[in-house]
C-alpha cells in the first residue's frame, strides 16, 4: 500500500521549475520524445530513457514530465544527482511510493558503487510498486561507466530516445517563446543580434533574457537593438 502522505512529503523535498514546462519545449525535431512525455500520464505509460548534447532539453523534458504527472494527480520528484552525488544515498529512500522519479545527470554514478547499489534497488522497488522512472543521461547505458551490469541491463530495457540539439531556427523559436511569457517585445533584429553576439548555448541566451527584462523594466524601455547593446556592454542607455 502506497503511503500517500510520505510521498507527498518527498515530492516537497524535491520541487523542479514548474516553467520548464511542455508548453515551453520547442519540439521541433524531438516529437516522439515529447509524445512519450506526454503519454506518461496514459494508459501505456513506459519508464523513458532520455539521451542528448548539453542544450538539447533533457533537463526541461524531464521536469514538464514532473509538471505534467502532478497535474494529472500524480507525486513526482525531481533529482538532479549534481546536487546529491557527493552526499548519502538516502534522497533515494522511499522513493518507490511515488507515480513518477526523475533522475537527471545519470552520468555522475560512474565510481559511485554506492549510488549504483542504491539506484539499482530504487528501480526494482518502483517497478515492483508500479511506478515510473524518467531518467537522463548524456550517453547510452553501457558507456556511463557503471560497474554493475544488473543496473545496466535494467537502463537498457528502458524507451530510450535521444533528443536533438537546436539550430538556429529553434533557437530564435526558444527565444521568442521565453519573451513572450515574460511579456516582452523584441524584433526579430533584436534576437537575431543575440544570436550573432551571444554564446549559442540555450542556459546562456536565457539568461541573456532575464537580464534584458530586468533592465527593460529598470529602466522602463523597449528592447530595440541600441538598448540591447548598452545593456550587455554595461554601459548606461542613451
Not at 31 to 45: H, K, R
Amino acid at each position: 500500500m502506497i503511503d500517500q502522505g510520505r510521498g507527498a512529503q518527498l515530492a516537497l523535498d524535491f520541487r523542479w521549475n514548474d516553467a520548464a514546462d511542455l508548453k515551453a519545449f520547442v519540439a521541433t525535431g524531438n516529437e516522439q520524445a515529447v509524445a512519450a512525455v506526454e503519454g506518461l500520464t496514459g494508459w501505456f505509460a513506459q519508464s523513458l530513457y532520455l539521451t542528448g548534447p548539453a542544450g538539447s532539453g533533457r533537463s526541461h523534458l524531464l521536469q514538464a514530465a514532473c509538471g505534467r504527472m502532478s497535474a494529472a494527480g500524480g507525486t513526482a520528484v525531481y533529482i538532479p544527482l549534481g546536487q546529491h552525488i557527493d552526499g548519502p544515498t538516502a534522497p533515494l529512500d522511499g522513493l518507490e511510493s511515488l507515480s513518477l522519479v526523475t533522475v537527471d545527470d545519470l552520468e555522475l554514478l560512474a565510481g559511485r558503487g554506492d549510488w549504483q547499489e542504491a539506484f539499482f534497488h530504487l528501480f526494482n522497488r518502483l517497478r515492483d510498486a508500479g511506478g515510473l522512472l524518467m531518467v537522463a543521461a548524456a550517453g547510452a547505458p553501457a558507456g556511463l561507466g557503471i560497474a554493475l551490469p544488473d543496473l545496466v541491463s535494467r537502463l537498457e530495457s528502458m524507451l530510450r530516445l535521444r533528443l536533438t540539439p537546436p539550430d538556429d531556427a529553434r533557437r530564435r523559436e526558444i527565444l521568442t517563446g521565453a519573451l513572450a511569457r515574460r511579456g516582452l517585445r523584441m524584433p526579430a533584429a533584436g534576437v537575431d543580434y543575440l544570436l550573432r553576439h551571444q554564446a549559442r548555448d540555450l542556459n546562456h541566451l536565457l539568461g541573456v533574457v532575464d537580464r534584458l527584462d530586468s533592465a527593460s523594466l529598470q529602466a522602463g524601455r523597449r528592447l530595440t537593438v541600441p538598448f540591447i547593446q548598452s545593456v550587455l556592454r554595461g554601459q548606461p542607455a542613451d
